[in-house]
Every structure is written in structure tokens, then in C-alpha cells.
DNA sequence: TTGTATGCGTTATCAT
DNA sequence: ATGATAACGCATACAA
């Protein structure tokens, strides 16, 4: 133990801890920190009661005589037991684990979400566990396999299409919500923000800005809910009569890249926006790089707006205007209602709009005189 | 054996399923295409053979007469039959699937070490599982229960601390390799990159384009391995004869705002540098970003370097020069020794330091005259 | 209130 | 080369 020692020279962190370790013990079967780990059956041995005892007292301690209950804690204390998860899904079928499969970990909205997600799971003792497809086929059949064998309960999608490829149609499924986009395919619940209100708040601050030259810098292609934001966009201009030109309507993937390479295009056409309204909050970054780039001052030049509200949105300079999603709350929302699913059976309903927040900063200005 | 034929016919989908029900067979369980999914016995049945010969043909091939062989597999297709992962590893006592835990998936570090992780592991047949604990103790210990119960063969440590809470020195934890930064408890092996090594390319360049004055922003508290970064600032800085001035050399957390801060501190103090030696690329922006609030220009005014080379560090106005971490290298090593480690049982090495890369971009110039 | 015994789906040992 | 069967750790129906 002078090993310990050497530590609490070196760090202050966790020095005692150590020091928490029964050294009483059982000379036999040292319980603690030992080669096996200690099943129902050790526990039972030393409680002096059957293994059905030890069940029931940790699962349905109301039917176990108090005294009794007792002396299996105390076993359970002693030997550091802890139920085979694999063992008792193997028995009841099922697990108490929650998948969450996304294709993209780095997804700067994916983390907060999955706070949201995390803490109503834990809160109904349910863990969760992520799996990472980087939207490759074969890795989606890994975790559909994984849910195949019970070893979840319940599947969280952080996608739009179910990422299981061909057997995407065969595949039998836990239950299942989706969350930040609504999931193509498959008819499963879906939690997120309210695309076409949080669009509509961007392109309403514009206009009442005074901006009518308004370009979208849309996504088609990647994400359901980015459709669902140029919908938003389109009916603000045509409800403030004026209408869109789709001549500064331009389509990208929701990248950086992606919004430089529009602002390039519109400089090349010569059919240049007084405002950016960007479907995300990366494409609006790239749409500022580009513009500062090319020398121009924002808001004083060009305005930009975003969607999202990205860790990174606030630090850009100018700071950036944005939609702001729940996300933590879309994350808690998803949870209880894949909860709810998992002991109902049926979906209370089928989609979940959050409502989305304008987050005014300072990339937003009246547009520049004489260009309007 | 028509069964099959019918089964070549209208593959895929699993429609036709039903007609391949031995009719013949109990009447009873129909095998395919059920709610509950078929087992090893489903497809012995079908096969005419044991459930043995099917575990055989499965992972011992060879052990099986061809003709058998090809029984079984045509059953497996029928049924569409997947180990129950749950079972086997029961039996087993390990599992064929690998723990992440990261105390934050946010980091923009740990997407691209995951994909190293996770390409090397399919390699090998293993998956990977991650697991996010916010360093939160309760959550570790959630992932405790499920390494105590062999639902993890191994695992990788995306933190500096076991995160187990007071477990922690009972735990009995399965092989473990420590990424991206050492792992101070526990003397589990550590795939990084050479912090020092790197941290010292960043202030020999600085201290090659004329600056003496470097300011150091470190992080003594969040992760272990950026106290070796320092270390490499001052083996740089006596190295060339300069010695560090403690005035200059400021603690934070490694974070943006700790950036912000160190600058508005060393202002405050009036003992300004001429560069911003940063621990981390977080930091580093947090620099940029009071720099210019307070209207300076970089690099003319000051330079800055960073560590990492996060994704967003490209991006920057400037764009960041800093030190690159090959992390999508650092995730197959580190996967590979706790591969090797699942073999052989020791590990062949207990610290693999990758090369970092020097990564000059536009935000380092020579110190602006009259301040140096 | 408690104990006995069965089965969850596998793999491995031992026969054949 | 193949089959019967025990055991992995647990939860529960049924007995006591």
C-alpha cells in the first residue's frame, strides 16, 4: 500500500480512497476486487437463504420478511455483487439499455441531445448506449444485430433513414423514436423542433429588418428537417408578398464548405442577396468566412442568420443569429416517450414539435443603402 | 428441399417466409419471420441437424462435412437467424464488444479517435460501444455494472481518471488502454500523441520568427496531458536561453473562455507578450477572440499557436497554426494494443506516443517592431 | 415467507 | 462427423 502512498505525494486526487478497502476480509473467497465476480448464488450462500430469496429481495423487496432482507443486503454488501445483466436479459428477454445510433458523434448537436436523452433514461433506470454508423451500412448491421440479440430495449435515431441497410425492410425492431429529424422511413415517432415556426422567426426578423433580397442557402440533400426549413422560409416571403427568387435559392449539405462555395456562386452570377438566411448554423458559418474573405463587414454588408445555435455560434465574430433548438429538452422529450412506448406499446402520438427560440446576436443589420 | 428453392425464389424480404415453415414439423412454434426471433434450434430443426452441428458450422467450419455445412447455411438464410449475442456471451463470460468512455462526446477531439477505434475493432470482429459519462460518478458506475457483467470484453479510457467514483480501486475492470491522455489511476497502458515533442515545434517555431516574450495558457486541472505540453514550453524556452517568465505563464481550463480570460488578464497586468503560446486549440480561440474584440490584428499584432488541430481551427480568420494530433492513428493503436492486450494478456508496451505534426497557417508572424 | 426447479440461447465436453 | 447434454447466471411458477 505504500504504492498509495507515492501517490498522495503526487496528487491530491483520490488518495483516500483507497484506504476504503475492507481489509477485514473473508480470508476464503475474498468478496471484493477479486479474479470472479460474485453471483446470486455467493450472495445466497453467505445470507444463508436460496438464490430465489436473493432475487426477490432485489427486485421485489416488499416480498421478503424484513430480517431476511437485511442479511441479503449485507451479503450483497460483502461480496460486491452485482446482477449479470447478460444473464437476467437472457432470462426476461430483454435488456435495460437504450441504443442511440447516429451516424455522425461529431455532430455539434448531437451531444446535448444526448444529455437530454441520458438523463430521463437513468431516470427510469434505463442506461444508454451509442452506436456510430458513419452512415456505413455494414456498421448498421453490426447494432442491428446488437438490438436483434435483446441487447437493447429500445432504439433512439439520430437520422433520417434507418441505417441498416437492405435489411432495413426485414428488420424486426425494437421500439423505436427518432429525434432531431423525423425518420424517413419505418413510421416511428419523432421528437424535434418545429422546423418550419423556427425558419419562419429567421426569415420574419430579416424582412422586418428591411431585407427583400434574401438568399437561402438550403440542404436537400442530407437532412429531412433542413426541407422542413425552406419550407419555413418560403411562406415568411411569400407572406410578406415578396415572393422567392430562385435565383438566390441555392442548395448545399449543410457544411462549411457548403456555404462558401454559395456566396462564390452568387458573387459569379452577379445576383448578390442583401441577407443570408442559412439552413444551419455551419453553412452560416462558411457564408461569414467567405464574405470576410472576400473583404465585406457583417451585419454591415451582408446580413446572416442560422439555425441551430451551435456551441460555436457565439463565438464566431460577428456572433451569430440564430434559430436556437431544445435540444437537451428534444433529448428528454425522445426518452419518455421511447419510455412510454416500451411499456404501452402504442405511441401516444406520433411527432413532438418543440418550439424553436430566435437568438438574436449580431449578425443581423438593416441592409446596406442603396442596395436594397 | 423445395423449402430452399421457395426461399431462393423471393429472397430478401422476408414475405415468403412463412411458406418455409417445415409443414412437416411441429405444428406448434412456426419458426420464421415470428415476433420472436429464431434461435439456434430453429435452424437445426430446419437443417435436420443438431443445434451442436449448427454452432459448429458456425465457428468451427471446418469441423463439418460440406454437405452439412451447406444445410445449416441455407437454414440461417431461411430463418435469418443472428446469434443471440446475449447467450453467447453468457456462456462465453466475455462479450464480443468493446466500452468507449469518454466523459464528454462534445470534444472535438473524440470523434475522429472513435473512428480509428471503431475501424480497427470491426476489423477484428469486435464492436465498440460508447459510453458518456459527463463526469459523473453515478454514471460511471452504471458503466461499471455493465463491464462487471461481461457485457464489455474491453475497455478504452477517453479520460485522464478512472471514472468509477469511489469504485474505482475495487473495480475489477477487463483489459483497458487509456487514449489521448494518460491515465493516472490504475497503470493501464496510453496511446496518445508525444506532448511534448509537440508542444516544443510550436514554441521553437514562435522562437524561430523572433518572439521571446511567449505567453504560456495551460491547464494544470482538466487533463493530465496538457502539464507534459507545458513541460515542452519550457524545455523550449531554456533551451533557447530565455528561461520562462512566470508572469506570463497563466493556468486556465482549456476552454474558450479561458482563453478570453488569460488575455484579459495579462492586459490587466500590463505584462503583455508578443505571442500566445496555447495549450489547447479551445484555448487558443478564446485568445483570437479577445485579440480582436480589443481591435488587434493577428498576426500583426500578436501571434497565436494552438494544440490539436480541431476541426475548427482551419476555419479561423486567421486560420490557426497549431500542432496536429493524428487521432484517427492514435484510435487504431490504442485498439490494436487492447486487442492484443484481449490475447496475450500483458501488454507489449505501456506507452505508444505518436509524432504530432507542426501545422503553420496564418496566425503567427514575427513580433510587431518596437514590441519585442 | 421461502425454497425447488425449469428454461432463456449458447458453447463445450463427452460420447457415438 | 455428429449428437446429447451440462452449464453460464438469473427470474419465476409452483410447492411447501
Request: net charge neutral; aromatic share 6%; with cysteine.
Amino acid at each position: 500500500m505504500d504504492i498509495v502512498q507515492n501517490f498522495a505525494v503526487t496528487f491530491d486526487l483520490h488518495v483516500s480512497l483507497c484506504s476504503l478497502q475492507p481489509r477485514d476480509e473473508t480470508p476464503r473467497q475474498s468478496a471484493v476486487s477479486n479474479s470472479t465476480p460474485a453471483t446470486i448464488e455467493d450472495v445466497a450462500r453467505i445470507a444463508n437463504v436460496s438464490i430465489a430469496t436473493v432475487s426477490r429481495a432485489i427486485h421485489t423487496p416488499e416480498k421478503v420478511a424484513n430480517s431476511t432482507r437485511l442479511k441479503v443486503n449485507q451479503a450483497i454488501a460483502v461480496t460486491g455483487y452485482t446482477t449479470n445483466a447478460m444473464a437476467r436479459s437472457l432470462r426476461l428477454g430483454r435488456s435495460n439499455m437504450i441504443l442511440v445510433v447516429a451516424p455522425d458523434i461529431g455532430d455539434p448537436n448531437f451531444s446535448n441531445i444526448l444529455i437530454g436523452l441520458e438523463n430521463e433514461a437513468r431516470s427510469h433506470g434505463y442506461g444508454v448506449l451509442i452506436g456510430h454508423t458513419q452512415n456505413d451500412a455494414q456498421r448498421g448491421l453490426e447494432y442491428l444485430k446488437f438490438l436483434n440479440s435483446n441487447q437493447a430495449a429500445g432504439l433512439i435515431l439520430f437520422t433520417g433513414i434507418l441505417p441498416f441497410g437492405h435489411q432495413t425492410m426485414t428488420a424486426r425492431l425494437p421500439p423505436s423514436v427518432g429525434v432531431f429529424e423525423p425518420v424517413f422511413n419505418g413510421g416511428i415517432p419523432y421528437v424535434g423542433v418545429d422546423d418550419i415556426a423556427g425558419a419562419r422567426k429567421a426569415v420574419d426578423l430579416l424582412i422586418a429588418e428591411g431585407h427583400r433580397k434574401i438568399a437561402f442557402i438550403g440542404d436537400s440533400r442530407t437532412r429531412l428537417a433542413y426541407s422542413r426549413r425552406r419550407v419555413g422560409y418560403e411562406t415568411g416571403m411569400d407572406a410578406a408578398g415578396i415572393g422567392h427568387d430562385l435565383r438566390i435559392v441555392l442548395d448545399g449539405d449543410g457544411t462549411i464548405e457548403s456555404g462558401r462555395l454559395a456566396v462564390e456562386q452568387l458573387f459569379m452570377r452577379d445576383t448578390l442577396p442583401t441577407a443570408f438566411m442559412c439552413v444551419n448554423d455551419q453553412t452560416a458559418i462558411g457564408v461569414m468566412i467567405a464574405l470576410k474573405a472576400r473583404g465585406y463587414d457583417i451585419p454591415e454588408d451582408f446580413s446572416v442568420t442560422g439555425f441551430d445555435d451551435v456551441p460555436q455560434a457565439v463565438f464566431m465574430t460577428p456572433s451569430l443569429t440564430t434559430i436556437r433548438q431544445p435540444r437537451t429538452a428534444i433529448g428528454k422529450h425522445a426518452m419518455a416517450l421511447l419510455l412510454e412506448l416500451l411499456s404501452n406499446g402504442e405511441p401516444p402520438e406520433t411527432e413532438i414539435l418543440l418550439r424553436p427560440d430566435l437568438v438574436v446576436r449580431n449578425s443581423v443589420a438593416p441592409p446596406a443603402r442603396g442596395r436594397r
